[in-house]
């Protein structure tokens, strides 16, 4: 699956960088905070029961956005390199589209509709949305991700997306995979192991 073709050229890093501003932007507009509302920055916040999740760099859902930045590379590889969709030289643009797609993801995550679902049926009932700083990293981490991707063979990538969601589950009782399931069609039984915890 490898294919070295992936690897984004000057016009697509411009375009990434104009999409992160952009939706800073947006977050900006959409009244999320710069920071934390406690005032300071920190590097980690591993409760995700409280008022600093999402507010900080890093977090239990940062390998989350991590493995985003993983499955984005692979639908760039099927889709510009196995589908050969956009024709020769797409596939300069995968990184583009990887940045893109978390971006829409920053943006929906924190309407107050996804909010309010997030506190309804996820773990994170006193999930408030991100802080832009958070927005920014988590930005960052999916890039970390499809770099990693790009560079490591796929059963290496495969390895260290398991081993991430399963660390996360086993701390926090909530990964991607619980994360999107409890979020799209809650089942009671995840609900009730995740709330055990």
């Known amino acids: 699956?490898?294919?070295?073709?992936?690897?984004?050229?000057?016009?697509?890093?411009t375009l990434s960088l104009v999409l992160v501003i952009a939706t800073l932007a947006i977050l900006y507009a959409m009244d999320r905070p710069p920071i934390c509302?406690?005032?300071?920055?920190?590097?980690?916040?591993?409760?995700?029961?409280s008022s600093g999740n999402s507010q900080h760099l890093a977090d239990w859902y940062t390998p989350s956005h991590i493995i985003h930045g993983?499955?984005?590379?692979?639908?760039?590889?099927?889709?510009?390199a196995k589908l050969k969709i956009g024709g020769k030289g797409a596939a300069k643009w995968s990184f583009a589209l990887a940045i893109a797609l978390e971006?829409?993801?920053?943006?929906?995550?924190?309407?107050?509709?996804?909010?309010?679902?997030?506190?309804?049926?996820?773990?994170?009932?006193g999930y408030s949305g991100d802080s832009i700083i958070n927005s920014l990293a988590d930005l960052g981490w999916m890039s970390l991700g499809f770099y990693l991707a790009l560079k490591l063979p796929v059963k290496v990538?495969?390895?260290?997306?398991?081993?991430?969601?399963?660390?996360?589950?086993?701390?926090?009782?909530?990964?991607?995979?619980?994360?999107?399931?409890m979020l799209i069609w809650p089942v009671e039984a995840i609900g009730e192991w995740q709330a055990a915890g």
Not at 157 to 181: C, G, H, Q, Y
């Open 157 to 181: 990538t495969v390895v260290l997306a398991i081993i991430m969601e399963t660390v996360a589950a086993m701390v926090v009782r909530d990964n991607l995979t619980l994360n999107f399931i």
């Open 37 to 49: 509302e406690c005032g300071y920055v920190k590097l980690w916040h591993g409760n995700i029961n």
């Open 70 to 80: 993983m499955l984005f590379y692979a639908l760039g590889w099927l889709l510009f």
């Open 103 to 125: 971006a829409v993801w920053e943006i929906v995550e924190n309407m107050s509709w996804v909010i309010d679902r997030y506190r309804s049926v996820t773990v994170n009932w």
């Open 1 to 13: 699956m490898k294919n070295r073709s992936l690897k984004p050229h000057r016009a697509a890093l």
